[in-house]
């Protein structure tokens, strides 16, 4: 098994097995994005302690306001489906904090699971040290308990809920796995997610029929025929003319292959797997570096407009989803109040 960090001869112990679908013939690999995992683990150490981080020591730094992570984000823990929040809370500054203040365990933890999300999401990082980055994390969390002992965990390991401790050591299985089962052995790291799915629904609510981003149902079938007839033309290799699918591509796969040649050729998925080769994609390759990321967002500063801002008439204009069913169906909201506590 050749993957980094590991003897060959010893090879890796595996936490997730993918399964063989007798449906379609093949191995499927089913894992959680990492987004969501990320966001979730903003979600336990504002909660409460994680592994060997403390929450009290993140809470301090916030409070200081020396760093991208405010107190408000962990004391009143907003918004808490952000990746950017996420990725502010265990960033590079606040690791820098932590350890400043001699914090040296949670400081740790921030280092572990901002690289383990790099190596999930970040162009220009070779293949080899994506599968590090993974694995370094994977045998921290593996550190936390021993499975072999009775009785077992119960729904928490250290602060982390099982679910998110067993889902994230599962996807650093799952993404090392992809390396053989793809039929290029390679393939791009950030493109495990379940974005297809959320752009498929996504063109659903723009559809003529949908009013307020919500598809009718008398036309629902039609228009998801449409979408699928759509997306079978974008995704066919022998498409004999252009597609623009958005205004800025993302993926300049020509000027990539200048630089750092084409993709592998297509092969047979393996029968058994016994050796797993660690190959680059062109998302790994250095020249993807050219595009700057875009900067986290977090809190705006006293200084700016905030973000979320809604009209000036909001307070006036009526929202029927969340008025009251009685008012619609034209009866007396008092006289059924009324008549309810009569009885």
Request: hydrophobic share 35%; with cysteine.
């Given at each position: 098994m050749l993957v980094p960090e590991i003897e060959p001869s010893k090879g890796m112990e595996w936490f997730y097995i993918p399964e063989m679908t007798s449906a379609r013939g093949h191995i499927e690999v089913k894992r959680i994005e990492s987004h969501h995992l990320l966001t979730r683990h903003r979600s336990a150490i504002c909660k409460g302690d994680l592994g060997f981080a403390k929450r009290e020591h993140f809470v301090e730094v916030s409070r200081e306001n020396t760093t991208p992570l405010k107190a408000g984000m962990m004391e009143e823990q907003l918004n808490m489906q952000?990746?950017?929040y996420a990725r502010i809370t265990f960033s590079a500054p606040v690791e820098h904090q932590l350890r400043l203040k001699g914090h040296s365990s949670s400081a740790d933890l921030c280092r572990y699971v901002r690289e383990w999300f790099q190596a999930c999401d970040d162009?220009?990082?070779s293949a080899t040290d994506r599968c590090r980055m993974k694995y370094r994390y994977k045998k921290f969390l593996l550190s936390l308990t021993d499975l072999s002992t009775?009785?077992?965990v119960g729904s928490h390991v250290r602060?982390?809920?099982?679910p998110l401790w067993e889902a994230t050591i599962a996807s650093v299985d799952a993404d090392i796995f992809m390396y053989a089962i793809c039929k290029r052995?390679?393939?791009n790291n950030r493109a495990l997610s379940s974005q297809p799915c959320e752009n498929l629904f996504s063109c659903l609510a723009t559809m003529p029929g949908a009013r307020n981003g919500v598809p009718s149902c008398v036309e629902l079938e039609v228009n998801m025929a449409k979408i699928c007839g759509e997306s079978i033309v974008r995704q066919d290799p022998n498409r004999g003319f252009g597609v623009r699918l958005s205004n800025a591509p993302v993926y300049p796969q020509v000027l990539l292959e200048n630089d750092t040649g084409p993709l592998p050729l297509l092969v047979e998925p393996p029968t058994y797997i016994h050796c797993i080769p660690i190959k680059d994609h062109l998302f790994d390759a250095p020249a993807r570096l050219r595009r700057a990321r875009k900067?986290?967002?977090g809190i705006s500063s006293l200084h700016e407009p905030g973000r979320g801002a809604v009209g000036v008439r909001s307070y006036h204009k009526v929202n029927e989803n969340k008025m009251n069913p009685?008012?619609?169906?034209g009866?007396?909201?008092a006289r059924c109040d009324e008549h309810m506590s009569q009885c």
């Amino acid at each position: 098994m050749l993957v980094p960090e590991i003897e060959p001869s010893k090879g890796m112990e595996w936490f997730y097995i993918p399964e063989m679908t007798s449906a379609r013939g093949h191995i499927e690999v089913k894992r959680i994005e990492s987004h969501h995992l990320l966001t979730r683990h903003r979600s336990a150490i504002c909660k409460g302690d994680l592994g060997f981080a403390k929450r009290e020591h993140f809470v301090e730094v916030s409070r200081e306001n020396t760093t991208p992570l405010k107190a408000g984000m962990m004391e009143e823990q907003l918004n808490m489906q952000s990746t950017d929040y996420a990725r502010i809370t265990f960033s590079a500054p606040v690791e820098h904090q932590l350890r400043l203040k001699g914090h040296s365990s949670s400081a740790d933890l921030c280092r572990y699971v901002r690289e383990w999300f790099q190596a999930c999401d970040d162009p220009g990082i070779s293949a080899t040290d994506r599968c590090r980055m993974k694995y370094r994390y994977k045998k921290f969390l593996l550190s936390l308990t021993d499975l072999s002992t009775f009785p077992p965990v119960g729904s928490h390991v250290r602060g982390y809920p099982v679910p998110l401790w067993e889902a994230t050591i599962a996807s650093v299985d799952a993404d090392i796995f992809m390396y053989a089962i793809c039929k290029r052995r390679t393939y791009n790291n950030r493109a495990l997610s379940s974005q297809p799915c959320e752009n498929l629904f996504s063109c659903l609510a723009t559809m003529p029929g949908a009013r307020n981003g919500v598809p009718s149902c008398v036309e629902l079938e039609v228009n998801m025929a449409k979408i699928c007839g759509e997306s079978i033309v974008r995704q066919d290799p022998n498409r004999g003319f252009g597609v623009r699918l958005s205004n800025a591509p993302v993926y300049p796969q020509v000027l990539l292959e200048n630089d750092t040649g084409p993709l592998p050729l297509l092969v047979e998925p393996p029968t058994y797997i016994h050796c797993i080769p660690i190959k680059d994609h062109l998302f790994d390759a250095p020249a993807r570096l050219r595009r700057a990321r875009k900067p986290m967002q977090g809190i705006s500063s006293l200084h700016e407009p905030g973000r979320g801002a809604v009209g000036v008439r909001s307070y006036h204009k009526v929202n029927e989803n969340k008025m009251n069913p009685l008012i619609r169906a034209g009866l007396s909201v008092a006289r059924c109040d009324e008549h309810m506590s009569q009885c």
